[in-house]
């Protein structure tokens, strides 16, 4: 049976068929819905180009659900019709008034854009304005002025659309009653899109803001906008590496074109700059009902997710607030059937069940006053189980707090070490530095988040440690922490930590198998996350480290929900680089983002095991 040619029929009709539901949902947006726009004034006199799409039953009213946007809400033309509207396709037949705004300074829109632009507290006067008022202000104009609405408004977002649902929270508009912040940008120092745990994280810095951070300045259709930077090597390993530092990428594309990568420059550290730009101490008095969403293996805003449910939980311990989480890439909730990411399937098609079981009866529950919604606190997708979860908070209160501790000779068990004077001792070059993946890719691929590690275990500058072969499944849910003790003949270090699922060595390639996978031994990354080792004690105060001092390096991972099967081998990964993920870091202290070619230097780190410097990754085991 020729199973090569078979997937590539499949995939064709997959794409036929995908063709068709784009052309039918357009048939259906215009025999259906009836477009307008409309610039909507602001409070300071701003006005925001919005489009709406009313449904031409008139037979009853509806509510507004609403997306802002920073990535332009084309096409423009009140003749001229998006494919589909809302999320998914049965959004758009359920029948709600679609609301498609550019945001201040993006787009059609008026004003000035700012990155995620901060919060107002106390304010006095017109001019003060923010994502909040702006947002209360569209809400207050669309139930004044468009008729037959039902006085109810819902709003949602991916990404950074997911910041504008979240802003929509402080001070919200009383017609607004549901709020689904979705994969929501929250923090861009500590752990969001362009820096992890203060690390620049410079693929998607680069890549992002030659094309969005380019000026507008004034209101312009995407046919006019930016074009995409043009990679002159597509190896993304060797473009960035042959660039030789971050000063040297920026002088050479950007010069001072992109304000917001000099705001990289002038503020390395956490200071006003970043605190100013987070919106979670601001969720206060929440009172819309809200559904978190996010994806465990969403490489944009993971941490996003889990940030803003914990954040508003903390601070409004009364709200109306749940999450939910499956195994996928940034969107693939509503981008993919949620069947399988890379190499690895699920078992079921987890985006239908979100769509089905959770969105539509959200908006439909608390906008339409239709159907019941009684979800769990917590809704999880477990992998590895490959099964739905409900918990009553989040993380689970179920669990068992335990330590896998590093051993010697690549051992890690939840057993602490019984022997002193233990440790691995390596050299890492970050003109050398380890791959975020194997293989060339001339982008940044979404599949990293759960590939195989096995590359990486063959490097001498990755130190890999595993446990022997479980007896029993083990399910570990929410916080991982790495307790990393070190040292380095340099003056600063980046740490990586990943944790890996290593299957056993008889387990069954795929079938069909267009890609000759051998998943024997398959080593699926489950959470990896870096860490800036100056920052190890304050984002706002960075340190150097003293060379050849014992020093501990603590951080947190991104949540998890992952169940390590019987007769596979839990697998922990250390090492000092992530290339060209994360930039590279000269392993000197200084403000990196003025290194030069020449302070990249070599250095020799020690990772301790022993009775009294014992390194350990702490999880938490569902019972």
Not at 42 to 60: A, C, E, H, N, W
Not at 147 to 164: Q, R, T, V
Not at 446 to 471: C, G, H, N, W
């Amino acid at each position: 049976m020729n199973f090569p040619r078979i997937f590539s029929l499949l995939i064709c009709l997959f794409i036929s068929n995908e063709l068709l539901a784009q052309q039918s949902d357009s048939a259906y947006v215009r025999e259906h819905y009836t477009k307008i726009e409309r610039q909507i004034p602001m409070r300071d006199g701003v006005k925001l180009f919005t489009s709406i799409y009313i449904p031409k039953d008139q037979s009853k009213k509806y509510p507004f659900l609403i997306n802002r946007t920073p990535y332009t809400v084309a096409p423009y033309g009140e003749d001229k019709y998006k494919l589909s509207l809302g999320n998914f396709p049965a959004m758009m037949r359920e029948g709600f008034i679609f609301v498609y705004q550019d945001v201040r300074g993006r787009w059609m829109s008026e004003g000035t854009f700012a990155d995620i632009r901060p919060q107002v507290t106390g304010k006095k006067s017109k001019t003060a304005i923010d994502e909040s008022t702006d947002t209360y202000d569209t809400i207050d104009w669309l139930v004044k002025n468009i008729k037959g609405n039902n006085g109810n408004a819902g709003i949602y977002g991916i990404s950074y659309p997911g910041f504008y649902s979240t802003t929509s929270l402080p001070n919200a508009h009383p017609a607004l009653k549901a709020v689904s912040p979705q994969a929501p940008v929250t923090d861009w120092f500590v752990g969001d899109d362009f820096h992890h745990r203060g690390t620049l994280f410079l693929m998607d810095a680069f890549s992002f803001m030659s094309n969005f951070g380019v000026p507008r300045p004034k209101p312009i259709t995407p046919d006019k906008g930016p074009k995409g930077f043009k990679f002159p090597i597509q190896d993304n390993y060797r473009f960035y590496l042959e660039a030789r530092s971050v000063k040297n990428l920026k002088d050479r594309y950007f010069a001072d074109s992109i304000k917001f990568w000099n705001d990289l420059f002038k503020h390395p550290d956490l200071d006003t700059f970043w605190k100013a730009r987070l919106i979670t101490p601001h969720l206060t008095n929440v009172k819309p009902a809200v559904m978190v969403v996010g994806g465990f293996f969403d490489a944009e805003d993971a941490y996003g997710t889990f940030a803003t449910y914990k954040a508003i939980e903390k601070q409004n311990p009364k709200a109306n607030n749940i999450l939910v989480a499956g195994p996928w890439f940034h969107g693939g909730w509503v981008r993919s059937d949620g069947s399988y990411l890379g190499d690895i399937n699920f078992g079921k098609t987890t985006s239908i069940d979100y769509q089905q079981q959770y969105e539509l009866p959200f908006f439909k529950h608390y906008l339409k006053g239709e159907g019941d919604f009684n979800p769990a606190e917590a809704n999880i997708f477990v992998t590895g189980s490959n099964e739905w979860k409900k918990f009553s908070t989040w993380p689970p209160q179920e669990t068992e707090t335990k330590n896998l501790y590093l051993h010697p000779n690549g051992k890690l068990a939840f057993e602490k070490v019984g022997r002193t004077d233990s440790w691995d001792e390596y050299v890492s070059d970050p003109n050398n530095p380890v791959p975020y993946q194997d293989g060339v890719q001339a982008r940044r691929t979404r599949e990293y988040m759960i590939d195989d590690q096995r590359f990486a275990s063959r490097r001498p500058d990755v130190k890999t440690y595993q446990t022997d072969v479980l007896t029993e499944d083990i399910t570990l849910t929410g916080p991982v922490l790495a307790n990393l003790v070190v040292s380095t003949t340099g003056t600063d270090a980046d740490y990586v930590v990943k944790l890996i699922d290593v299957y056993p060595e008889d387990a069954p390639n795929p079938v069909p198998n267009p890609k000759n996978l051998i998943m024997g031994g398959y080593e699926m990354l489950v959470r990896g996350e870096i860490m800036r080792g100056k920052y190890r004690n304050s984002f706002e105060k960075p340190e150097p480290f003293v060379p050849g001092a014992i020093t501990k390096v603590n951080y947190p991972l991104p949540d998890v929900a992952h169940t390590f099967k019987k007769g596979h081998k839990i697998m922990i990964q250390i090492q000092n680089s992530w290339f060209p993920l994360a930039d590279r870091n000269p392993q000197k202290f200084m403000d990196i983002y003025q290194a030069e070619p020449g302070d990249f230097q070599k250095a020799t780190h020690k990772i301790y095991h022993d009775t009294f410097n014992s390194s350990f990754i702490t999880v938490s085991v569902l019972k």
